[in-house]
């Protein structure tokens, strides 16, 4: 009996390391058809000695009858709700309370992902799950340890030597989209209605009182924090998520730590968008103070955690139909695939196209021409398509083919190493290229060339006037004069308008040059640390890895563009034609009583005259103030142009002083 109980006890723990390694390393060691050949051996072994099967066997996914109500269980911690945010201006404010809440002190943050599911607590004892609720109303759960049972990548028992003998682990479940896809499908089939999103279908399910039933929904969980726990040997965020996945637990991923708070900020800008590439919904980012200790220190309102925060987007989703597929090559080449929409209000605006981003991701949600999709716009991000109404499918619909050759130059593309990317390796002579990079090269956050619009840039490049950015300086009326729609005085001020340019300095040309990861932001930050072109040339790879914002994939980018023989021939060709290449750095005072906005939040609303809306937030940062996209109590001023909103009535309702153009560019000129 020893030994038919050792080889079921092997198989178990050879089971859960495979699934360790399939649902939290995201690295299967097995083939499914071995993994289920293993399954079926544990299986057949238990089925012929019953007294050996256990509660945390593997085999034990599904209890054997429903139950008969959900009781309601007391959390040993409260599950507090926590604070949130839709600015990253008052992101930012959040962040400097905290700092002020713990002066002297460097503290870490960590960035994760706000999974759109039903928050639950899993307890663990001596590794054996126990009990699991959802967070009710903070104080009290529902008991769904039966349907917990069913989640395929939280264990039953945890892996491992060290296992804490009391552990509460905290997340989110959650299914993914391609799996209510299929659960659709069998809706449809069973002659049901289908389910409208991901996150209803989880918080029913979780709550059936029959498991399984609850099994088929092919739930899973990601965790992200800690309850009660005894002999936890973690002391900050970040460790404990590893020391989670020792133990075969699934952490939230894509969660990253950074030594400030502006640069958590600044990576929740970039990881927006990436989020499309999720099979699961995400409705926002939350950032934590990374030490336990300081998490004590800071300790909680009455409501929530002070040492968290989650930044959340709005989203819209609406249901319309694929008409067709368009690929676009881009200023760096990449072949873009854009779905044509049947129009639908979203909202409220009209949406008639939205990103598919890549062909892996039309694979991966099996995109077809003439398929009912549903598509999502959230916050800032443009639309894009969340996944397929495959139960709506009703013809053979062929699979969209992607191309193997650039639309634009013939050139055979080529998929990004590591990446997902496939793009046109024709960098200095593919017409699409040259006109886009020449396009944005012309933008008001690039070298900002008023009057070289679309069809100029079009017909430059199509004529062959230009074929690099320092063509343009080398550009006359003449040749101008011979293009469509061209007068002699547009073509005068064209060329005004380009010599003019030369002086935006390194930050806007750094930005223009269209270096892969490299935008405004990103452009400031190496202008302002380097301050010429020529220092920044001479900068290692490591260096530049080093500086706040940039990380090894920007550093790299920008070290091989700059190192490249195309790279140092723009700067060369740039230079000799006068544009200046040194950052103009603003000469304002480091006084705070120099600076007439110091400390101050200005949001700006309405039709402007004197102003672009980028030349007025850069005049409020000069000047020392925070611009803000909405509305407050903590707001300053409002700067209200022509046909003001509800942003004005707002203010007006919190008795916020409102300024006028003139008025404002007065109280900026007592720090000038």
Known sequence: MTSIQEKIESLRSEIRIHDQKYYVEAEPSITDLE???????????????????????????????????????????????????????????????????????????????????????????????????????????????????????????LIGENVPPLLEVRGEIYMNNSDLVHLNQQQQKKGEQPYKNTRNVTAGSIRLLDPKICAERKLRMFCHGVGYVEGLQSDAHSDFLHELAGYGVSPTPKVEAFANFNAAVAHCERLVDTLHDLDFEVDGLVLKVNRFDQRQRLGSTSKSPRWIIAYKFEKYEAITKLLDIRVQVGKTGAITPVAELEPVELAGTTVSRASLHNAEEIQRKDVRIGDVVVVEKAGKIIPHIVRVEKHERKDNLPEFPYPTNCPACGTAVVKDEGGV???????????????????????????????????????????????????????TAEQLLELERMGKKSSEKLIEAIAQSKGRGMDKLLNALSIRHVGKSVSYQLAKHYGSIKKLTEASQEELAELEEIGQVIAETVYQYFQSEYGQQIIQDLEAAGVRLEFDAPEISNESGDQALAGKTIVVTGSLQEYTRDEIKELIQRHGGRPASSVSKKTDYVVAGEKAGSKLKKAQQLEIPVLTEAEFGQLISNSK
């Not at 503290?107 to 054996?128: C, F, M, P, R, T």
Request: glycine fraction near 6%.
């Open 35 to 157: 993994y289920d050949r293993l399954m079926d051996r544990l299986k057949k072994l238990e089925s012929e000695h019953p007294e050996l099967i256990s509660s945390d066997s593997p085999t034990q996914r599904v209890g054997e009858s429903p139950v008969e109500h959900l009781t309601q269980v007391p959390h040993k911690v409260p599950m507090l709700s926590i604070d949130n945010t839709y600015s990253i201006e008052e992101l930012q404010q959040y962040g400097e309370r905290i700092q002020k809440l713990l002066p002297e002190e460097e503290i870490q943050w960590v960035v994760e992902l706000k999974i759109d599911g039903v928050a639950a607590s899993v307890l663990y004892e001596n590794g054996v799950l126990t009990q699991a609720l959802t967070r009710g109303n903070g104080a009290v759960g529902d008991d769904i340890t039966h349907n917990i049972r069913t989640v395929l990548d939280l264990p039953l028992k």
């Open 421 to 475: 990317y496939i793009r046109c390796p024709n960098f200095k002579n593919c017409p699409a290229q040259v006109k886009e990079r020449v396009r944005y090269f012309a933008t008001r956050n690039a070298m900002d060339i008023e009057g070289l619009g679309d069809k100029v840039v079009e017909q430059l490049v199509e004529e062959q006037l230009v074929t690099t950015f320092g063509d343009l300086y080398r550009l």
